[in-house]
């Protein structure tokens, strides 16, 4: 019943950047957690940044000091702000958010995906 709709992906040079936006819509009632995901090939899936309905931010230590979580509750949208990208950055990256429904269920939604290429 939530759904988590992505977009900002795309190809991008060494030393770039790029902001991916997740935006919310159905049956919330409350969310408590936004975060961002990413799996390359081969390789798990690992936590990037979280955000919870407080503010507090956590980074994997890979990002931090490049990459800045945050979100808009009027909007229920979170966004990831990704400077000075590295080719090891390159990855699906997945929004993913936890909350209420407005039926007082417990959610944990993911979006679909958006590529992110860091490439020359």
């Known amino acids: 019943q939530v759904q988590l709709v992505e977009s900002g992906g795309g190809l991008v040079q060494p030393g770039g950047s790029l902001r991916l936006s997740c935006a919310a819509s159905?049956?919330?009632?409350?969310?408590?957690?936004m975060g961002w995901y990413r799996q390359a090939p081969g390789k798990q899936r690992e936590l990037v940044a979280k955000?919870?309905?407080?503010?507090?931010?956590n980074y994997a230590d890979s990002v931090k000091g490049r990459f800045t979580i945050s979100r808009d509750n009027a909007k229920n949208t979170v966004y990831l702000q990704m400077n000075s990208l590295k080719p090891e950055d390159t990855a699906v990256y997945y929004c993913?958010?936890?909350?209420?429904?407005?039926?007082?269920?417990?959610?944990?939604?993911w979006g679909q995906g958006t590529q992110v290429t860091v490439s020359s």
């Open positions: 955000i919870n309905n407080g503010g507090s931010t």
């Open positions: 993913n958010a936890g909350g209420i429904t407005s039926r007082w269920t417990i959610f944990d939604s």
């Open positions: 159905g049956s919330i009632r409350s969310i408590g957690t």
